[in-house]
T-cell receptor
Framework: GENVEQHPSTLSVQEGDSAVIKCTYSDSASNYFPWYKQELGKRPQLIIDIRSNVGEKKDQRIAVTLNKTAKHFSLHITETQPEDSAVYFCAAPGGTSYGKLTFGQGTILTVHP | NAGVTQTPKFQVLKTGQSMTLQCAQDMNHNSMYWYRQDPGMGLRLIYYSASEGTTDKGEVPNGYNVSRLNKREFSLRLESAAPSQTSVYFC?????????FGSGTRLTVV
């Protein structure tokens, strides 16, 4: 099955700085890469995703980049704000199915005012 | 539009007791999933159902059973609860893409 490794496990930045979280995956057939944000005590929520036919996708202050050759994808958050503080998870499906996601271990992002 | 609804939100069980976690979605999604979340271990797949009438094991199925009752509902059953099953359980549904998660069930087995 798919194996997803996520780094770093914790990340601390000052408000206004950028944050980058990286994930690597093992199954070269994976074709869909979502990122989820989970605030304390809440459910994970999809914040951005990318499909394998593009290399980058942006949505306001967040962006995801994909390198299929190296089998890694990254989440970029610019101009961080305290409300960005949360746990972030990457995921990949393995094979050619969009379902049955394997998640990374999560990154705790803390943005200091 | 409620999305994905899970019940109960909290539960305390004694070792050996049984219970069923309920999940329902109103988005007409074909696929539904049960994950457990433990500190430092992310979300691990217990069981999933790609479509009504089918279920398959995920990464950590031991000690659990599931039922896809219809397209809307997917339940998770613990037949004989063990302390190792203390966790937060999330149900999710999807259709060709990202998941929509339920609000979770925090289960403690003592």
């Amino acid at each position: 099955g798919e194996n997803v490794e996520q780094h770093p496990s914790t990340l601390s930045v000052q408000e206004g700085d950028s944050a980058v979280i990286k994930c690597t995956y093992s199954d070269s057939a994976s074709n869909y890469f979502p990122w989820y944000k989970q605030e304390l005590g809440k459910r994970p929520q999809l914040i951005i995703d990318i499909r394998s036919n593009v290399g980058e996708k942006k949505d306001q202050r967040i962006a995801v980049t994909l390198n299929k050759t190296a089998k890694h994808f990254s989440l970029h958050i610019t101009e961080t704000q305290p409300e960005d503080s949360a746990v972030y998870f990457c995921a990949a499906p393995g094979g050619t199915s969009y379902g049955k996601l394997t998640f990374g271990q999560g990154t705790i992002l803390t943005v200091h005012p | 539009n409620a999305g994905v609804t899970q019940t109960p939100k909290f539960q305390v069980l004694k070792t050996g007791q049984s219970m069923t976690l309920q999940c329902a979605q109103d988005m007409n999604h074909n696929s539904m999933y049960w994950y457990r979340q433990d500190p430092g271990m992310g979300l691990r797949l217990i069981y999933y159902s790609a479509s009504e009438g089918t279920t398959d094991k995920g990464e950590v199925p031991n000690g659990y059973n599931v039922s896809r009752l219809n397209k809307r509902e997917f339940s998770l059953r613990l037949e004989s609860a063990a302390p190792s099953q203390t966790s937060v359980y999330f149900c999710a549904s999807s259709e060709f893409g990202g998941y929509t998660f339920g609000s979770g069930t925090r289960l403690t087995v003592v």
